[in-house]
């Protein structure tokens, strides 16, 4: 098959080899469509490759960040709960920061994984119908199978809506959550704030002995 025929009708392209790139190489293994369409942003763009795979980094690993599962360090009741010297970790822990209930994982990446691969298939077959469209349309093919072809990608497009809506809903449902979480660790501040306020003069002492006696805890 001549370089011509390439991605004609009933001539299947030829298979790709592996990216260069060693970032795309690694997402190649497990979204191959996906690694083949930043492939050919890099070549069309390295510089709006670079944006584009920078920007998507930083969000999914925030995303992932999220859906980590954190323990915090337990820490025992101080004198102003009425046990003894509070002792925290010996690297000290942030003010306010309180043992809670372990994070569940996200329930929705699953859903989301199905989602943008389905999303990902869509994408390339309503762009392989547009090709055919035009071809056809180029050639004066019969009105009939020009009609066929426009009935199928608006099938297509509708479905890839969809999914779209689908997935922006997930994400709404995200940050909705996100922000549900935040509101908690506000409330959980502010209670703190107030509580240190109310037992300054405690914690001030209970400071004061932790530093005579040479004691890493935190305060």
Known sequence: MGPGMRGLPGNPP?????????????????RPRLAQRLERLRTQSPERFRQVLAEALALRLEEVLDEVVETPTALEAGPEQ???????????LRPGREPGPRQPREEQAPRRRELEQRHEQLEDRSNELAVRIRQARASDAPADQQQRLREELRQVVSEQFDVRSELRQLELERIERELRRLQDRLDTLRRDLQHRQEQREVIIQRRIDQLLEQDPSDW
Not at 22 to 28: D, F, Q, S, T, W
Not at 82 to 92: D, L, T
């Open 14 to 30: 030829t298979p790709p080899g592996p990216p260069p790139d060693p970032v795309l190489r690694m997402i190649a293994e497990r």
């Open 82 to 92: 009425g046990g003894g010297r509070a002792r925290g970790p010996r690297h000290g």
